[in-house]
């Protein structure tokens, strides 16, 4: 392996070991934001016995495993919708990815899956599992993403910055941002939904161009398109939701923009 030195959008200095070769990697799946089409293509890379199985994929499956997730060490892949608690205890230290969608986009795409995509039964709309798809279904855009019922708040409260600090399936705020920008200068790799292109020339150095094609799922033209379905109330109740995914989303695509911007044209105003 070769180790690598880079230095933080914060001027930290940062080692990054096996950037040649990724031979075990934990994808940060972060839902609604082009995932889906990632976690495919990263299976390419690895065996299917090396690819861990199903660990959680939301708040009820979260809270029945309770931290015990010693079961599932050892594997090359894990990709899901997987938290930093599950990320120290099967392999801390493991080569990092995960994808980012600016914030309103990916809540607005999270309504309009639940209201749309996702089927129910009456037995199932009773059910507190599926309570946030029963809510999607019967308010509006601007009430679905305002209202305080927990099912949603799980959502659309700063879900990825939980998720990379802690869990996004669990209320608590784990850490502050410190943490999880240390964790992001570490990545390999990660996605942007809006910038695909540099997303995948990043994808074609980080994974050697080893990594098979990637379908552009979620990619949003700009911020007007989730901006204008909802109210200016509920728009802005959305950014103060959302300080530390917003806060995440800038740093990230700062890194992305640099890791693809050759070195000599960045002065260049």
């Not at 392996?1 to 934990?26: A, H, K, N, P």
């Not at 990709?79 to 990815?97: L, N």
């Not at 308010?139 to 019922?149: E, H, I, K």
């Not at 161009?209 to 007007?224: A, I, K, Q, W």
Request: hydrophobic share 40%; charged share 25%.
């Amino acid at each position: 392996m070769v180790t690598l030195e880079r230095w933080s959008l914060l001027g930290e200095r940062v080692i990054i070991s096996g950037c040649d070769v990724v031979e075990r990697l934990f994808f940060f799946h972060n839902p609604k934001a082009g995932g889906t089409s990632l976690v495919q293509s990263l299976k390419g890379l690895f065996a299917a016995e090396r690819q861990c199985p199903r660990i959680e994929d939301d708040a009820t499956e979260h809270a029945g495993r309770a931290g015990r997730y010693d079961v599932f060490k050892d594997y090359d892949l894990y990709a899901g919708h997987y938290g930093r608690d599950i990320y120290r205890v099967v392999g801390e230290g493991m080569a990092a990815a995960t994808n980012f969608r600016w914030p309103v986009d990916r809540v607005v795409s999270l309504y309009r899956y639940y209201r749309h995509a996702v089927e129910i039964t009456q037995v199932q709309a009773q059910d507190p599992r599926w309570r946030a798809v029963a809510l999607a279904k019967r308010l509006s855009l601007s009430d679905f993403v305002t209202c305080d019922d927990p099912a949603v708040v799980i959502h659309t409260y700063d879900h990825h910055f939980r998720q990379l600090t802690g869990s996004g399936w669990s209320p608590v705020y784990e850490s502050d941002l410190a943490s999880a920008r240390a964790l992001i200068d570490q990545m390999v790799w990660f996605y942007v939904c809006e910038h695909p292109y540099e997303s995948l020339a990043w994808a074609d150095m980080a994974f050697a161009g080893r990594l098979p094609g990637v379908s552009r799922l979620n990619v949003t033209g700009g911020r007007d398109m989730a901006e204008e379905a909802l109210s200016a109330k509920a728009y802005r109740q959305l950014l103060s939701q959302n300080q530390n995914d917003i806060a995440l989303y800038q740093y990230a695509l700062g890194r992305l923009l640099a890791e693809v911007t050759p070195a000599e044209t960045r002065l260049i105003a």
